[in-house]
DNA sequence: AGCGATTTGTACGTATGTATG
DNA sequence: CCATACATACGTACAAATCGC
């Protein structure tokens, strides 16, 4: 019952003039994301946010149905709503992400650092989105989710993200400071609705045995 | 008026238990991939389909959203909805494509053959979608792209695809009769509306100097 | 500019089906 | 068999964007 709180507190947003839904659907967020609620864990029925806060329950399950359709939650009947498991949600900091050898997905931070290799990465946007993410904490810029961010902090979703792959013998450059010889080079364009550039990024990657996972579903 | 009566012809499946909006869903699937209905064209509102065929109002628009989420579909409050532009259902040849030095697209077919290099790929799917495959000119097949196959001859539109790349030193396989040995190995799972699978696909690729280009736009 | 009519978007309340435990 | 909880479905109401008059 206090998890209900727990989405009572985040709830509001002054004179949001957002649909209920997507209220109710953020504050459920906002408890996933930050840790509050961690995988696993039991959300309230519909029935009981319906009768604990006031909205109907073809709302709470339009709110908990974009939960289940963007792999925070999963839901199954006669047993609940459950935080679906950490590897499917949205912290993915990607656009694309390496798999592990039983198909569950390898996690990786901007910053990285991989037990297994390193990857070095190359931030390029315009002033107007950088200065605010530079006046973030260090450690969150560096092992969050660029996607993410954007979204939370600046309400800038990313909604098409175009990516290239090259296999070629990039020279060991001294000045990505890489032990290793990127094997893979990735760049990655991402826009906004109005199609518009916000961010552009460069990945280098080191010979390895992953299998790195695009998918066509666009996934915050 | 009559556009409903395309959707009425092809709703039935006898003794479904699919849910009536997957039902009413896939029908116009069905109206759309098959040509029927052309980009662009207005699809009959909300409430002529509820009070037409025997669909409530929510029914109707959990069809719809879901046509919209896959991008079969847009809508705007006051004008009306409409089957999407061409442009966003596809026609290229890849899930991915490379670039040439200038940006253009370089057209890859299953069979290929590039000057540059040769690419050896795998299809696999099941018999009910390969039987029909067959049976067309072999030519068809082979230099045409399965998407635009089975969205043509099937009815059977793709709306979401997830890859993985490896980097991997595969060997130089006698069984996959390359020259050369490949440097990236991509392999392709596409999904229906529903989320079968479809189809499973596998590209070997020798070392090349050209970047492959992956989006998240999913175009038809 | 205003004013309806149309059409999608959101929201409510209710009822019933179905898998789980 | 029963209680729980999600899944589907219905009918209704109103808000908001669009278009034509």
Known sequence: MEMIE?????LVEPSS????????RDAIVGAISSGDWIPGMRLPTEAEL????PYSLGTVQKAYGELVRNGLVVRSRGRGSFVASTQRQMADPWHCRFLADDGTILPIYPRLIGREF??????YTSNAIAKPLVRLP?????TANFKAILLQELGMPIV???QTVESANAPASRELQMKERPRLVIKATAYTIGGDTVYFQEFYIPANQRRLLFDSELKY
């Open 118 to 123: 390193d990857i070095v990465s190359r931030f």
């Open 50 to 53: 319906a009768q604990t806060l």
């Open 6 to 10: 727990a989405i009572e507190a985040r």
């Open 17 to 24: 003039d957002a649909p209920k839904y997507v209220v109710l």
């Open 160 to 162: 098409r993200v175009t």
């Open 138 to 142: 260090r450690d969150k810029v560096e």
